[in-house]
């Protein structure tokens, strides 16, 4: 893992998810009373593969100018794609998640 600056990594223009504000507000509390519990994620070129939200929230709302980011090895935009939603999945569905372990 690296501190990068923030203009060395961008979103992917493949991003599956779209952010709805409350959610955004989540990301920002937690980046406010946690930290960085996970790093970005982004290729060797700086596109991000995982992180896109916490990318967001910490360059737009919190004004943050260094990310924490781990650099994957080069790979096709197929495989980048695939990552992407690899990690999307968990996150998008931990309220059904929770609402089963209830």
Do not use: C
Request: glycine residues 4%.
């Amino acid at each position: 893992m690296k501190i990068l600056n923030s203009e060395e990594i961008r979103p992917s223009a493949y991003n599956p998810r779209k952010a709805d504000k409350e959610r955004l507000e989540l990301v920002a509390l937690s980046l406010r009373k946690f930290g960085w519990l996970l790093p970005i994620y982004a290729d060797p070129d700086g596109e991000i593969l995982s992180g896109h939200q916490r990318h967001h929230v910490a360059t737009t709302m919190l004004g943050a100018k260094r990310l924490p980011v781990v650099t994957t090895k080069k790979m096709p935009e197929r495989r980048r794609m695939a990552i992407n939603v690899l990690y999307n999945r968990p996150t998008n569905d931990i309220q059904k998640q929770y609402r089963d372990w209830e």
